[in-house]
């Protein structure tokens, strides 16, 4: 940070529960946070599995900053032993969070790029005394550009999934069957979900607490229905 840059807010890009946290923190010590969320609440990419009970406690869950700026809003801390959806996770801690951190967290604005001000791929001196300037785009297609004093990245992996090789790399074979591979834990309660996999055999692949949640899910007898009627693998496939 440099005199030029010290007025200058601290962008986070993502109004997730990293992003969100860092921001309390930042406010803590009194820096101004600038958060950037391309979704229209926050909590965007939680919301998206808002059906999947978390492994984690509330208590594993609220951020130790984030909860001194919430407490003096009346804010109901949820019972630190249970265990949240997604949904709750967004609605009962995410969003009050959000909208405790009011105009600094914006939606609807998604960053397309970050760099320091004035130095182009060309230009290397001075590199450290330089704002960053951070462009986005938001939901009309409008185009801005803010200038921040550091950038935090906290734009999550939900997009950009792991593919199934075990090198990191896609498996051979993945991309041409990218329209029968999902990368999340089904939703059964929407029709055209249930649809897709009813009937079907599916293979679950990994072993963690999503792989099992999915198995159980798509193992659960259908209402009135007889058995495990969606013929799914007993077991999650291992690399
Ligand atoms: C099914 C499931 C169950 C899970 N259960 C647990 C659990 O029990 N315990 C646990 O600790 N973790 C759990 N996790 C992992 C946990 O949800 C993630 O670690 C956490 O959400 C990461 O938070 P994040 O803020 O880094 O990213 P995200 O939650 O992905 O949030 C990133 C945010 O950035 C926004 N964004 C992305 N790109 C841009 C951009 N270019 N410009 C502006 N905004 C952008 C997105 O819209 C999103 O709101 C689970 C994950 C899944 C999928």
Do not use: C
């Not at 923190?25 to 600038?34: A, Q």
């Not at 969003?95 to 405790?100: G, I, R």
């Not at 099992?212 to 799914?232: C, N």
Request: hydrophobic fraction near 40%.
């Amino acid at each position: 940070m440099t005199e030029s840059t010290a007025p200058l807010p601290t962008v986070v890009i993502g109004a997730g529960p990293v992003g969100l946290a860092a921001a309390a923190h930042l406010v803590e010590r009194g820096i101004e946070p600038l958060v950037l969320e391309s979704g229209p609440a926050a909590g965007a990419a939680v919301r998206e599995w808002a059906h999947v009970r978390l492994f984690s406690t509330w208590a594993e869950l609220i951020d130790p900053a984030a909860e001194k700026l919430l407490a003096p809003t009346g804010w109901n801390r949820p019972d630190g032993a249970t265990y949240p959806t997604g949904g709750d996770w967004t609605e009962r801690y995410l969003q009050p969070l959000a909208d405790t951190l009011g105009d600094r967290v914006r939606y609807g604005t998604t960053v397309t790029g970050a760099a320091r001000a004035g130095r182009d791929r060309m230009v290397d001196s001075g590199r450290d005394d330089q704002p960053f300037a951070v462009h986005v785009t938001t939901a009309d297609g409008t185009e801005e550009r803010f200038l921040a004093r550091a950038v935090i990245d906290a734009s999550g992996t939900w997009t950009t999934p792991g593919p199934l090789g075990g090198n990191g790399l896609p498996a051979l074979g993945e991309r041409q069957a990218a329209d029968r591979i999902s990368y999340r834990v089904p939703d059964l309660r929407e029709a055209p979900v249930r649809a897709r996999y009813a009937g079907k055999r599916t293979a679950v692949v990994g072993s963690g607490a999503s792989a099992f949640t999915a198995l159980a899910l798509l193992g659960r007898p259908r209402p009135g229905g007889a058995g495990h009627a969606r013929g799914v693998d007993p077991a999650p496939l291992h690399r």
